[in-house]
Structure formats: C-alpha cells, structure tokens
C-alpha cells in the first residue's frame, strides 16, 4: 500500500514563530489531506489540497503531486496551534471512495 | 457545513459485552463512512468502510465478526463490538465522505473512548 512519511515527528516552537511540516508520499493520490488532532482527540479538517496552493488565514499548505510531496506552513504560531498534525492520502479505491492512508503525524508544542 | 457527530463520547464496559457506537453525519448524506482505531500517541488506522445499503469492507487483519458495521441510512452508520475484551480498548473515530471538487473529502466525528474491564 501507499506509504506516507511525515517530519518533523516532534517539533517544539515559541509563541509567534513560524514553522514548516512535510508530507511525503509513495504514489500517485488522487485525495489529500491536513488535520490538526486536539487534546481530546478532535480531527479537525485544515485542508483538501489533493494539489496546488491553499491559505486559511495563518495557515496554507502546497501540494506537488508530481513529486509526491504536501507542505503545511504554520505563521505566527499561538499556544492554541498545540497538537497534532496529520497528513492523509489515498488513491481513488473504486466504488466512488477515497481511503486515506495517514502519516504518524507531528506533535507540535507552542511555548509561551 | 459538514458535521458528523458519534455516540457515546466514552464507554466503559465489561469483559464480554457487546457495546455499539453510532456516526452520524448532521448536515450531509453520506453514501460512504470509515472507521478508524487509534492508540495511544499512534496514528489512525482503518478498520473498514460501510457503504450505505450494502455490506462493509473490512481491512486486513479485522475480525468482522467482532466488528459489526451497519450503514442503514445516508447519515447513519453504527459499529458494534462483540464479546468485547480489554485488548478492544482504544479510541474509534468514524469520518463520513462528501463530494469536494472533483474528489471527496472525510469529515471525522469527536471519537469514542472505549474501556473493557
């Protein structure tokens, strides 16, 4: 199956700093996606961006198919952006579903 | 848009019982539902699909008779599991599909905590 690789794992910030989380993946995919897991363990969706550039006010994340990979920019980080981030892909897997694969995620800290 | 609720949010239950989880999809229809487990500090892993009117799709690996998984309706499915025993502990979060574009997003409910003593 399609194998998906995040980095950092671990990723320790400042308040107002700026950060970048990577997304690599094995194969062609027809549906990606970025979720941010709260402490109580919400998915809460950040962006379908199966390819090409998105923003959501201080977040925006690219996408390059071609070369297999997704990147998700975090700006002027809060102590609110604390959690984890996730990546998922997956192909298009017939009966009109797309199956997502997910990375093992990055625990991002925000410090005061 | 786009919300999809689960209940319980939490369950504790004895070894050998059976316990079901429902997802619902509030504001869209879904033909097509996920359930995942995660552990803790892991990622999520998928069980199965349900598809709405027809039997679910389990991944390798998943015992679907201890996993039960209806999806009667386009905004319901449920997961029962069966005989539960303390290694069934885990957090399961159901996500529903909805068109995006030219493909499909997954919205994904709260979760369930399940505890089997």
């Known amino acids: 199956g399609i194998q998906v690789e995040q980095s950092p794992p671990d990723l320790i910030l400042q308040e107002g700093a700026n950060s970048t989380l990577r997304c690599n993946f094995s194969d062609s995919v027809n549906n990606l996606q970025w979720f941010h897991q709260n402490p109580w363990g919400q998915l809460i969706n950040l962006f379908y961006i199966p390819s090409g550039t998105k923003q959501n006010g201080r977040l925006s994340a690219t996408t390059v198919a071609t070369e297999r990979y997704s990147l998700l920019y975090i700006s002027s980080s809060q102590t609110t952006d604390s959690g984890v981030y996730f990546c998922a892909v997956g192909p298009y897997s017939g009966a009109g579903s797309y199956q997502l694969t997910f990375g093992k995620g990055t625990k991002l800290s925000v410090i005061p | 848009g786009a919300v999809v609720s689960q209940h319980p949010s939490w369950v504790i239950c004895k070894s050998g019982t059976s316990v079901k989880i429902e997802c619902r999809s509030l504001d869209f229809q879904a033909t097509t539902m996920f359930w995942y487990r995660q552990f803790p500090k892991q990622s999520l892993m998928l069980m199965a699909t349900s598809n709405e009117g027809s039997k679910a799709t389990y991944e390798q690996g998943v015992e679907k008779d201890k996993f039960l998984i209806n999806h009667a309706s386009l905004t319901l499915s449920t997961l029962t599991v069966t005989s539960a025993h303390p290694e069934d502990s885990s957090f399961y979060i159901c996500?529903?599909?909805?068109?995006?574009?030219?493909?499909?997003?997954?919205?994904f409910g709260p979760g369930t905590r399940l505890t089997v003593l």
């Open positions: 996500s529903a599909e909805r068109p995006s574009g030219s493909g499909h997003e997954q919205f």
